[in-house]
């Protein structure tokens, strides 16, 4: 469908939402703008195009940092492997670095005197932009510890996109750093206790670090205490503090799971929200909550069918046929129905929560090919048993239409309860049919949206109204 430039007001065909958000347009929108508005070159228009020209990937770009004996060295190594990033150590910048600002650097130290921010902030500017760096990604190590050194990375253009702070008690820490040694040959770091060589050839090399060992640390420690607070006000939007005190293990999961999560984008995006889940799970309940706190526009594919069949229409009429004579109605009658009403303005605008569709693999599918993408596809998992309870139970009040549970509302009166009716739906051998029929179809379902997230569905329904707000409210999930 193709819009009209003079008609008011625009009708913008859902596809086009769904192609930017797939293929991330408006993140890539605000990279360049980033990384315009660091750069400020005198053509703005060459410089976007040279952008765009170059293999640059979304690659991981990670600062770890703490204070000494916190484990950085061994938590970005293993980033490092586990990201297939490089890792980057200022004790290798220098060794390698065989610019003029690297032999500067190296006599510097030679003779003994301390290496201007300056010369470190250009060292790490030229690591960070050779190749390996620029196609994987990177991981930085040491560097900075001070406000001054953050303010000039970022003014450089370098910006991180996780910052990993590790702390630990003082206690824990001197007690770690008398442990501490380091091979003579390569500069990798080791622990006697906690990361010991794996060989005995290494073991030989290792040595403490030169100096009074109390001494230094002491000076460390109260230099990390200094600056940290200023440091961290630099990368608050982006980082996350870990407990270092914990197995090296435990710490690195905690560290990886923070490394895979994305964070919130200022691009727009449009909730596309499905809920699955078997009959009586809460489906119709958690979707008019959703519609009513987020504006969407609560889909009901049941109600749309039923709209249909009462609406005089060519495509309610064939609807009728099948529905009088209690067969399926065909899947692609009930995706024409649908499909109208996800095009429709107020969906494609404020987005959708949409339930009792798809029930198979097959209507996914369908979905899928008319363009409806759900962003969001969460699943209510309730026990059958627990849903037998919920349905069988139920009973209607014939002469006000009130309905009751004989478990969790039971009527208030003997008179009341005696005139009570079941729903012919509600027969322990109807429940069981559609449970049934549910579970057939489910495994297919859920794999052709591998991307699902699962709610427990038997509990208090405000409590499952949080959990599935905590899924919400997440950034959205990168595409595969």
Not at 6 to 33: C, D, S
Not at 124 to 136: A, G, Y
Not at 172 to 185: F, H, P, Q, S
Not at 251 to 271: D, E, K, N
Request: aromatic letters at 8%.
């Amino acid at each position: 469908k193709k819009m009209d430039a003079l008609k008011r007001p625009l009708k913008i065909p859902p596809a086009f939402g769904t192609y930017a958000e797939k293929k991330q347009v408006f993140q890539l929108y605000e990279r360049m703008l980033q990384e315009l508005l660091i750069a400020r070159p005198d053509d703005p228009l060459q410089y976007l195009f040279d952008y765009l020209s170059r293999e640059k990937e979304n690659v991981p770009k990670v600062i770890v940092y703490g204070p000494p004996a916190s484990g950085r060295y061994t938590i970005s190594k293993l980033v490092a492997r586990k990201l297939d990033v490089v890792q980057v150590r200022l004790s290798r910048v220098l060794v390698d670095d065989q610019s003029p600002a690297g032999e500067k650097a190296r006599g510097l130290q030679q003779d003994g005197k301390e290496i201007p921010d300056s010369l470190w902030v250009e060292m790490v500017h030229s690591r960070l932009q050779r190749d390996d760096c620029v196609k994987k990604g990177w991981v930085l190590e040491g560097y900075p510890i001070t406000r001054q050194q953050a303010l000039m990375l970022q003014s450089k253009g370098l910006t991180a996109k996780h910052f990993v702070h590790l702390e630990a008690p003082d206690a824990v820490l001197v007690e770690r750093y008398a442990g501490k040694r380091i091979d003579t040959l390569t500069g990798d770091v080791y622990h006697l206790v906690f990361s010991p060589p794996s060989s005995e050839e290494i073991a030989s090399r290792l040595v403490q670090e030169p100096g009074d060992p109390q001494a230094n640390m002491k000076h460390r420690l109260t230099s990390y205490h200094e600056h940290s607070h200023a440091l961290l006000s630099c990368f608050g939007n982006i980082s996350k503090k870990f407990n270092a005190d914990q197995p090296i293990d435990d710490l690195f999961s905690q560290v990886y799971g923070f490394l895979c999560t994305q964070h919130r984008s200022a691009a727009p995006h449009t909730p596309r929200v499905v809920l699955l889940g078997p009959t009586a799970c809460g489906k119709s309940l958690q979707a008019a909550q959703i519609a009513m706190k987020y504006c969407l526009v609560n889909v009901d594919c049941r109600e749309l069918i039923k709209q249909t069949m009462f609406s005089d229409s060519k495509l309610g009429e064939q609807m009728k046929l099948f529905y009088n004579k209690k067969m399926l109605i065909p899947d692609d009658m009930v995706i024409q129905v649908l499909t109208k009403r996800l095009e429709q303005l107020d969906c494609a605008t404020r987005g959708w929560v949409l339930h009792g569709f798809p029930l198979t693999r097959d209507q996914a599918e369908l979905l899928t090919e008319r363009g409806h993408h759900p962003n969001r596809v969460i699943v209510l998992d309730v026990p059958e048993d627990a849903v037998m309870e919920r349905l069988t139970y139920r009973r209607v009040d014939p002469v006000t239409g009130e309905r009751y549970h004989l478990m969790f509302k039971p009527p208030p009166t003997q008179v009341i309860k005696d005139r009570l009716q079941m729903h012919p739906r509600d027969t322990e051998e109807q429940v069981q049919t559609r449970t049934s029929l549910y579970s057939a179809y489910v495994e297919d379902l859920l794999e052709y949206y591998p991307r699902c997230q699962h709610v427990n569905g038997d509990q208090d329904p405000l409590t499952v109204f949080e959990c599935i707000e905590s899924i919400l409210v997440q950034p959205l999930p990168t595409p595969p």
